[in-house]
């Protein structure tokens, strides 16, 4: 590990109003394209104005989630004229100079408070909202650090906020790792959901679920359903039995939003329900087609299917009259 | 209830009579063994009882360390008694409870539990991944159900009861950080905890972020680095130990009701736990005593929720009814019922509910240092969402 100091007073970096940083470009057409091709989104306030006016809008406006992509600095990392020449993120040059000479992005939190229209002129102004303890984590010893940028519009409106923060660390020796030699660094496995086992027991539901349908275990001695699969019923103890296929119509009994930690390959946040089938039997399974503000315990929900990775499908629950 | 003799058998007959521990860290620098080799040795010098008298061990399924590497580190000689208690934390009083059946039947003399672990520095159980690899094993065919759909630990299964707690009764998210900063005022002024003088307030549990929702960082206790050991013998031999005994005045394991693992989804209703009912009438049963009885409770604070329908299904409360005996603060220093006066996982250390465990002998002893005056008896839960044990323990 390099050597770093044990207490080190970084109370200076903190807070601060810098900015403004600005666009190379105003929002734009060709830009809002580009992206919504990558992305696969096809809704039509992006690139319809008659659709945008429908919704309520002057015209065509930008994703939200486009926000960084305005006031990108570009390949060559130059700054739009009239951006602020300070960089907004010194703590960390700072830090570098200390030892910390690695550095991870932790996450970002985005909240958007209007769409950009077309046309309009992005900025954003920077402040460093907090910097942790030294804390001590898997990849070495370091500093969270997080940065507020407020964007505005050139109306001066708040447009959206958005919270970085990244680890700035010394990296722990690792005694074991080879520098990285012939071929090449090996490039490490993309990382998949867990695949459910299939065994003799469960093999039904997966195959159902393989076929578009969904299936729940019925016993064939008290014809009591059951979730998840077992080889016996609790009910009678019988050991025959055989399935229904649901109807998919089923009302939300609990969720939860997953946050922390974001373990790959998922998204984040992530909505996670327990189902209660109209047939009388619960799952877990995902919630789509609802904002998570808007969960609700007890609202109607409809089963469908999806890819979720290349050969692997799995349920998810629709939320109905969602959009 | 047929064949309830256990209160026979088991009442003031064993008791827990020595306690040790490590420092409770975030990264202890030290192997397992070793922290555990270092508690059991303290807790046997704590009990005045040589280790080559140490015939007996228990702890957890999830502990890593052998019993009979232990022993052996220890000076131990023979072993007649070894078991190992299942779920988790879960198991958290279970091992006592072993212990003081094998003391009062002669099973065994003297009985050492302990819990050792850097869950902190080493596997952290909170990063969501499976517990073995074994494509075949239960557990991880049962996995398939919620893994696959990213809820994947401890924290985001419990939240899927407390979601639904809400919705059914008057407890707001407000209430689950009354139960916050109830531990961390205890750990506030305990010089052992990881969170001394660090006390919270709601706005601060109101404004930590989210983990999975409707938990908050703050509704989610620590991760810790260290080792807890006890020792158990007979309340005939702890007579003439240095120590006085913390008398074992009932013993329960639980489960019930469509029981499973961290995912008992599928129950009628999910704002109870039943498998802690299970306990409750037991240790009340085997001890005799009733709620009003209790002056302390030492329950299982993995995850705030979770404490509230612990104290409903002790009868510290009517059902649906823990968040007014939150708001009312009977649960805080000076209340009727303080709640893990050392401040509990959420603010001393997580040592998988041994460390709540050796908390209750120092206040049957009377030298906790958030002692609770006139205390006569404590009860102490294990983990909860998952099967789970309990222990009443009292002065002789």
């Known amino acids: 590990m390099s050597k770093v100091e044990a207490h080190i007073d970084l109370s200076a970096y903190l807070g601060g109003d810098r900015g403004p940083y600005t666009s190379w470009d105003p929002v734009n057409r060709p830009m809002i394209r580009h992206w919504c091709e990558a992305m696969g989104d096809d809704n039509p306030i992006y690139r319809d104005d008659a659709a945008a006016r429908e919704a309520g809008f002057d015209g065509i406006v930008a994703p939200p989630t486009m926000l960084q992509a305005w006031t990108m600095r570009g390949i060559r990392e130059q700054r739009p004229p009239g951006s602020d020449a300070r960089d907004p993120f010194e703590v960390l040059t700072a830090l570098e100079n200390m030892g910390y000479k690695a550095v991870v992005a932790v996450n970002c939190e985005q909240e958007y408070l209007r769409y950009p229209g077309e046309g309009d002129r992005l900025y954003y102004r920077s402040t460093i909202e907090s910097i942790s303890e030294q804390k001590r984590t898997a990849l070495g010893v370091g500093f969270f650090v997080t940065e507020l940028s407020t964007y505005f519009n050139q109306r001066d409106e708040a447009v959206a906020t958005m919270r970085f923060r990244v680890f700035k660390f010394a990296p722990h020796e690792r005694p074991g790792a080879a520098p990285s030699g012939e071929g090449g660094p090996s490039r490490p496995a993309a990382v998949t959901r867990m695949r459910p086992v299939r065994n003799r027991d469960t093999a039904f539901f997966w195959e159902g679920v393989d076929a578009g349908e969904l299936r729940i275990q019925r016993c064939q001695g008290c014809q009591t359903l059951r979730h998840p699969p077992a080889p016996a019923c609790p009910e009678c103890q019988s050991l025959d039995w055989d399935h229904i296929r649901a109807s998919g119509r089923g009302v939300l009994y609990s969720f939860v939003t997953m946050h922390y930690p974001e373990i790959p390959p998922f998204d984040y946040p992530n909505l996670i329900a327990l189902v209660e089938l109209e047939e009388g039997t619960r799952l877990v399974s995902n919630l789509v087609g609802v904002s998570r503000r808007d969960v609700r315990i007890g609202m109607p929900v409809q089963l469908e299917f999806s890819e979720v990775e290349p050969g692997f499908r799995l349920h998810r629950f629709r939320v109905l009259g969602g959009d | ?396």
């Open chain 2, 1 to 396: 209830m047929s064949g309830a003799t256990g209160d026979k058998l088991l009442r003031d007959r064993a008791a827990i009579v020595g306690i040790g521990a490590t420092e409770f860290s975030k990264h202890s620098g030290r192997t397992e063994i070793q922290l555990g080799v270092e508690a059991i040795l303290q807790a046997l010098a704590d009990a005045g009882v040589d280790p080559a008298d140490v015939d007996g061990m228990a702890t957890y399924t999830m502990d890593n360390n052998p019993e009979i590497e232990l022993h052996r580190l220890i000076g131990g000689r023979s072993l007649r008694f070894f078991s190992r208690a299942h779920y988790g934390g879960g198991a958290a009083c279970a091992p006592v409870m072993h212990a003081a059946m094998a003391v009062a039947t002669g099973v065994a003399d003297v009985v050492v539990v302990y819990r050792a672990m850097n869950e902190r520095s080493g596997f952290r159980f909170g990063q969501g991944g499976l517990l073995t690899e074994d494509p075949n094993a239960f557990e991880t065919v049962d996995f398939g159900w919620y893994f696959p759909q990213g809820l994947m630990t401890p924290a985001a299964w419990i939240a899927m009861f407390a979601q639904r707690y809400l919705h059914e009764t008057d407890a707001t998210d407000e209430d689950f950080g009354r139960v916050a900063v109830g531990g961390r005022d205890f750990a506030a002024t305990n010089p052992r905890a990881w969170f001394h003088r660090q006390p919270i307030t709601l706005e601060e549990h109101r404004d930590s972020r989210w983990i999975a929702e409707p938990l908050r960082l703050l509704d989610c206790c620590q991760e810790s680095d260290g080792a807890v050991a006890l020792v158990v013998t007979s309340a005939e031999r702890a007579r003439d130990l240095k120590q006085p005994p913390a008398l074992v005045r009932g013993a329960s394991q639980g489960a019930a009701d469509q029981q499973r693992m961290m995912t008992s989804f599928y129950r009628r209703s999910l704002t109870g736990l039943p498998e802690m009912g299970v306990v409750a009438d037991n240790l009340y049963r085997m001890s005799g005593l009733a709620p009003a009885d209790i002056q302390a409770a030492i329950l299982y604070d993995h995850f705030t929720p979770f404490v509230l329908p612990q104290l409903e299904e002790f009868g510290f409360c009517e059902r649906g009814a823990a968040c007014e005996f939150l708001r009312e603060g009977h649960h805080m220093r000076g209340g009727k019922l303080p709640v893990n006066p050392h401040g509990g996982q959420l603010g001393e250390a997580y040592i998988h509910g041994l460390n709540g465990v050796a908390e209750a002998v120092r206040q049957v002893r009377g030298e906790a240092v958030n002692q609770v005056a006139g205390l006569e008896h404590v009860l102490v839960t294990a983990g909860t969402g998952v099967p789970t044990s309990g222990l009443i323990l009292g002065a002789a």
